[in-house]
């Protein structure tokens, strides 16, 4: 979000020679929004809404107060910065059975379509992060969870992924997708996630 609003800045200034400075706060791929704080030495605005934006025309002026543009404004106005944004990195999870390391049948249907997604994008940057639920110990959730990661970024490699675009990583029952108290099971914790950039 913050990049797609320097992004905007950059354009407005480089490519349309508007005098001063506008930006656009817009969500990220998977909707949401963040903030953005746009100062001159004359004032702050700030900006927390989807599709709001501010002008900084004079450094001896505040920016404008925020304005929500419709999508379409957005598109009319900055069509060739969009075009030229990098494409969001794909995320693909699989997951297990509790004290489970194995590549499930259905991780292996995920797997094929993580192939398919690093031979479209031609990529050679991934991330293989492995992680469990609070059922167990720390030291046995972090075990198992570079494990898991481990075994898929083995079974990516078995089908032609050169094993230097994996970056291999594991964090145990500390970054749950749901938060629970200790020893609870929760099977949307028991996964290994695959970013592709």
Same mark, same amino acid.
């Given at each position: 979000m913050?990049?797609?609003?320097?992004?905007?800045?950059?354009?407005?200034?480089?490519?349309?020679?508007c005098?001063?400075?506008t930006?656009?706060?817009?969500?990220?791929?998977g909707?949401?929004?963040?903030?953005?704080?746009?100062?001159?030495?004359?004032?702050?605005?700030? +900006?927390?809404? @989807?599709?709001? *934006?501010?002008?900084?025309?004079?450094?001896?002026? #505040?920016?404008?107060?925020? /304005? &929500?543009?419709?999508?379409k404004?957005?598109?009319?106005?900055f069509?060739?910065?969009?075009s030229?944004?990098p494409?969001p990195?794909?995320?693909?999870? +699989?997951?297990? @059975?509790?004290? *489970?390391?194995?590549?499930s049948?259905?991780?292996? #249907?995920?797997?094929?379509? /993580? &192939?398919?997604?690093?031979?479209s994008?031609?990529?050679?940057?991934?991330?293989?992060?492995?992680?469990?639920?609070?059922?167990g110990?720390d030291?046995?959730?972090?075990?198992?969870?570079?494990?898991?990661?481990?075994?898929?970024?083995?079974?990516?490699?078995?089908?032609?992924?050169?094993?230097?675009?994996?970056?291999?990583?594991?964090?145990?029952?500390?970054?749950?997708?749901?938060?629970?108290?200790?020893?609870?099971?929760?099977?949307?914790?028991r996964?290994?996630?695959?970013?592709?950039?």
């Open positions: 913050f990049i797609r609003s320097v992004f905007f800045t950059i354009t407005c200034i480089l490519v349309t020679g005098s001063g400075t930006v656009v706060l817009v969500p990220d791929p909707g949401k929004v963040g903030q953005v704080s746009v100062s001159t030495p004359a004032g702050t605005t700030l +900006l927390t809404k @989807a599709n709001e *934006s501010t002008q900084a025309t004079k450094a001896e002026q #505040a920016p404008s107060q925020p /304005i &929500v543009l419709s999508d404004d957005i598109q009319d106005k069509a060739a910065t969009l030229k944004e494409t990195p794909a995320r693909f999870n +699989l997951f297990y @059975a509790t004290g *489970s390391i194995d590549v049948a259905e991780g292996n #249907a995920v797997i094929g379509n /993580i &192939v398919s997604a690093i031979k994008r031609l990529s050679c940057d991934l991330s293989v992060i492995g992680h469990s639920d609070r059922v110990d030291v046995s959730n972090r075990g198992i969870s570079l494990q898991r990661a481990e075994n898929v970024a083995k079974a990516l490699i078995h089908t032609g992924v050169p094993s230097h675009c994996l970056d291999v990583r594991y964090y145990g029952e500390n970054d749950p997708a749901i938060p629970t108290d200790d020893n609870v099971p929760e099977a949307r914790n996964r290994v996630e695959v970013e592709i950039r």
